[in-house]
């Protein structure tokens, strides 16, 4: 039965693929999230096979694979870096997958990522994190603080300056880097120094607690639970104060969710004197995600973002491009 209805799901995803118009993007990324959330439900180890794991490897490998952050195997990152770093900006980046699956390594999480910024001068790094059932929102959140905490005692060592990190995350990423970005405990906590901003790609779930007490996917249910007071813990809205860091919420104008809990979030950032912008994008969920870093005015919106957190990420990005990346031995 359970294997009927993942066919059932997938055949209509691919009819849907050839048949449909613009604004049938976002049913089709709901599609694809309630194939994995079966898959899920039957076996996370599948699930992971079908979603964000890697892709066969490309141009970009890592300089430094699997630093550990942590003691637990998910606790590791991938460290992508330029040619010659000097005093280099980091980008942290957090992979998605409804909290339950993604990998670092994914091809629509690094390549072209990777192929931008590197070229650009910035250091990239690929994080993993713990997953439900072992590690809820909040953990993995914890996860996130201490991977930054750890990859700015290492940013010297890659010709890199601890002081010039960014967050970026997508979808549950984009959830977690929201989250850490919006408390005020969760990076000092962890260990973590000052950071200059964060990326937010397509997060639905900026404010939590309306998406439990209304209709939602059942994937939120695995994630936040039952209890109130966890949702309040758990979103970025909620835990936000004037002491957090710029941020930019790109959102999927194909989807009903995502720009409206990101509009709430800019009001209530702006009440507060914290600066917080709308991207909307005209882009599938998925491609909020593998795009990002191709030549383009999306691209283009989001190095302006950057480029305004510091004038040395400013002159960075405006440095012409050095293609060959880095290469160092394993630690």
């Known amino acids: 039965m359970h294997s009927h209805r993942l066919l059932t799901l997938a055949c209509a995803s691919v009819l849907l693929s050839a048949t449909a118009p613009t604004w049938a993007g976002s049913f089709l990324d709901r599609i694809k999230e ?3 959330e079966r898959r899920a439900a039957q076996d996370p180890g599948a699930a992971a ?19 550990a952050y942590g003691s637990d195997p998910r606790q590791r990152m991938d460290v992508y870096l330029p040619a010659k770093p000097v005093n280099a900006p980091v980008i942290l980046m957090v992979h998605g997958g409804g909290w339950r699956w993604g990998d670092k390594a994914a091809s629509a999480v690094v390549d072209n990522k990777a192929a931008r910024w590197l070229a650009r001068g910035f250091v990239f790094v690929s994080v993993n994190n713990r997953l439900l059932p072992q590690a809820d929102p909040l953990e993995q959140a914890r996860d996130v603080a201490q991977a930054l905490a750890v990859a700015q005692a290492q940013a010297p060592s890659w010709g890199a300056d601890p002081a010039r990190f960014i967050l970026m995350g997508h979808s549950a990423g984009a959830h ?37 007490q209304g209709s939602h996917f059942r994937l939120y249910d695995a994630a936040f639970g039952t209890d109130p007071a966890f949702w309040r813990a758990v979103s970025p809205l909620q835990q936000l104060t004037a002491s957090a860091k710029p941020m930019l919420a790109v959102c999927s104008s194909r989807r009903s969710d995502a ?9 209530r950032a702006a009440q507060l004197g914290v600066r917080a912008q709308v991207l909307r994008q005209d882009l599938s969920h998925r491609d909020i995600n593998q795009s990002l870093g191709l030549a383009g005015a999306y691209t283009d919106a989001v190095e302006a973002f950057m480029a305004s957190l510091d004038a040395a990420v400013a002159k960075v990005l405006a440095t012409p491009q050095t293609p060959a990346p880095a ?5």
């Open 176 to 212: 977690l880097v929201a989250l850490v970005n919006a408390s005020p405990e969760l990076g000092p906590q962890a260990g973590a120094k000052a950071w200059l901003g964060t990326v937010a790609l397509d997060s639905a779930a900026v404010d939590v607690t309306p998406i439990m």
């Open 49 to 67: 096979q079908h979603s964000d794991t890697p892709e066969p490897p490309g141009h970009h490998t890592p300089s430094v694979r699997d630093l």
């Open 327 to 331: 290469k160092l031995s394993q630690p």
């Open 34 to 36: 309630r194939v994995q």
């Open 259 to 267: 720009c409206a809990q990101a509009d709430v979030f800019a009001e």
